[in-house]
């Protein structure tokens, strides 16, 4: 299923392509997380921006992918990265993967999908300027077209997404663990 903001001429908002992104997340019964008002970084709109912006879903290949976008792409700090590593809702999808693919599963996924991580590395490497993983609120009500000029983001096609093969995995799983 291809989404508007998965588009590279895409003229939606960046804040309108997220609530896409979180719509496309209720129509297949996952749960849109959002940040603890207290908190002082939006790890989740952070997050869901990444999707919006560099053109991904959320099958596990294009989770793996825009890990690669983030880090050859986006300009973080590894204390924002760790912080998203302890949130709760990561920490469960982390073991729940272990315990029903095995410990193995993560590296065979990158593995199997070396084509695409070393297009997104590519095309991370031609990009103007990092993407800014602590996103500026100001970025919302621009384009994702404009954006992407902006920072020469080049979103994958959909051949250029096709990975060896799509791993099926029921999200359930990590709703079911404590």
Do not use: C
């Not at 869901?48 to 959320?58: E, K, L, P, S, W």
């Not at 920490?91 to 199997?112: D, H, Q, S, V």
């Not at 695409?116 to 009500?141: A, D, F, G």
């Amino acid at each position: 299923m291809q989404l508007n903001y998965q588009s590279q001429n895409s003229t939606q908002t960046l804040g309108e392509a997220i609530e896409e992104y979180q719509r496309y997340l209720t129509s297949m019964g996952r749960n849109v997380l959002s940040d603890d008002i207290s908190d002082d970084d939006s790890i989740w709109l952070y997050h869901d921006a990444t999707h919006a912006i560099f053109g991904q879903n959320t099958t596990l290949e294009d989770e793996t992918a825009l890990d690669f976008w983030v880090l050859f792409g986006a300009s973080f700090s590894w204390k924002l990265l760790r912080k998203y590593q302890q949130v709760p809702e990561i920490e469960n999808l982390t073991k729940a993967l272990t315990l029903k693919m095995g410990i193995t599963f993560l590296p065979k996924l990158y593995w199997r999908n070396k084509k695409v991580i070393w297009t997104v590395i590519q095309h991370s490497r031609r990009m103007k300027k990092k993407w800014p993983l602590k996103l500026p609120p100001e970025l919302l009500s621009k384009t994702l077209k404009e954006l992407r000029e902006e920072y020469g983001i080049t979103v994958l096609n959909e051949k250029q997404k096709t990975p060896t093969r799509v791993t099926e995995f029921d999200y359930s799983v990590v709703s079911n663990m404590t």
